[in-house]
């Protein structure tokens, strides 16, 4: 993972200006999920949508680069991040599974990323 980005996120986790949610990056109420702060500390904008009687949020970068997914990153995003597949299921799990905090979730990336 980049440096300045990895320190970026790290700083956004840690800075208590974002609520936690899970099972979503970001949700109605504008509470985030571990990765949803990765995407908002690159300067990732949201745009709601309704889907089957549903609010969900889309993310889109400054390149103009769409994430549609819900409630994780997509491959190309995953990539241009540095991130795997299992990094970032583990991190889904920390956050939606374990309960984990921001500040615990930060210290596992500063220690494994």
């Given at each position: 993972?980049?440096?300045d980005v990895k320190e970026q996120w790290l700083?956004?986790?840690r800075s208590g200006?974002?609520?936690?949610?899970i099972g979503e990056l970001k949700n109605p109420g504008?509470?985030?999920c571990c990765l949803g702060v990765l995407l908002q500390s690159q300067g990732?904008?949201?745009t709601p949508y309704h889907k089957d009687n549903a609010d969900y949020t889309y993310y889109m970068s400054p390149q103009g680069d769409i994430?549609?997914?819900e409630c994780e990153l997509s491959e190309n995003t995953r990539s241009e991040f540095g991130l795997t597949r299992p990094q970032?299921?583990?991190l889904m799990s920390l956050n939606d599974d374990k309960g984990w905090s921001f500040k615990l979730i930060s210290k596992w990336i500063?220690?494994?990323l």
């Open positions: 993972m980049d440096k700083t956004a986790l200006e974002y609520k936690q949610c504008g509470e985030h990732w904008k949201t994430n549609n997914e970032e299921v583990h500063e220690d494994h």
